[in-house]
């Protein structure tokens, strides 16, 4: 059956189309924000595990939000706002450990090798455990032979891991594709609207037909 949009409707999807950069973009900054520089860090890293909870099974009912014929809009607003949240998280991670991180060269003192599988494909990757002069002892991807320095980037607050320096640069690269994403979700949710607020009239006029009268 056809879907006659009403004002009620119409003014939630605005209020999804103005909340996607919200929730995808503003809220996990500010939760990331405080979990990496409040006093209360571990309080915030709950309270995102239980957030980012709501967020994934909300994004599962999404195609289900929309008109049944398009609920691949929904689907993929859905999916924008998770890959928006992901993005911006650790966008924030990279900010804060290029402001406050310190460098340190730590020596190489064994080197493993680890196997993942996934869709019949089995890929491996080379773990380096690292010994820090002045940060934690700490383990980083990379195929680096044994008795070698790694120069790295660590937290002095603990809250983010430590991670090769040549890899963290704060380039903002994330937190572009997450606008980009946000920006393609918001277009999807008004799309799907304007496509209903068109065929508004049809209903309209089919609304105010009089039928013909019996004739006896």
């Known amino acids: 059956m056809d879907f006659n949009p009403t004002r009620r409707m119409v003014a939630m999807r605005l209020a999804v189309a ?3 950069p919200i929730l995808g973009i503003g809220l996990p900054f ?4 405080a979990r990496d520089h409040s006093p209360t860090g571990g309080a915030w890293t709950v309270l995102g595990w239980l957030v ?3 967020l994934y099974v909300a994004a599962c009912f999404a195609p289900f939000a929309g008109c ?3 609920r691949g809009f929904g ?3 859905g999916v924008a706002v998770v890959a928006c949240w992901l993005l911006t998280s650790y966008a924030e991670e990279e900010w804060t450990l290029a402001d406050r991180g310190l460098t ?3 020596l ?3 080197v493993t090798e680890e196997q993942s599988s996934a869709d019949n494909a089995t890929a491996t990757h080379y773990v380096q455990h690292l010994q820090c002069p002045h940060g934690p002892d700490t383990t980083v991807d990379g195929g680096g032979d044994k008795g070698t320095f790694v120069t790295v980037l660590w937290d002095p607050s603990h809250r983010i891991g430590t991670q090769p320096a040549r890899h963290w640069i704060a380039s903002g690269t994330k937190l572009r594709l997450a606008v980009g994403a946000a920006s393609a979700g918001t277009c999807l949710v008004l799309l799907d609207l304007l496509i209903d607020v068109r065929r508004r009239p049809a209903y309209a006029s089919k609304a105010t037909t009089t039928p013909p009268s019996r004739v006896r």
């Open 104 to 106: 340190d060269h730590c």
């Open 68 to 70: 049944n014929r398009r």
């Open 52 to 54: 980012d909870s709501w």
């Open 75 to 77: 689907a993929a607003a």
């Open 30 to 33: 500010a939760l990331a924000f």
């Open 18 to 20: 103005a909340g996607i």
């Open 108 to 110: 190489v003192v064994a």
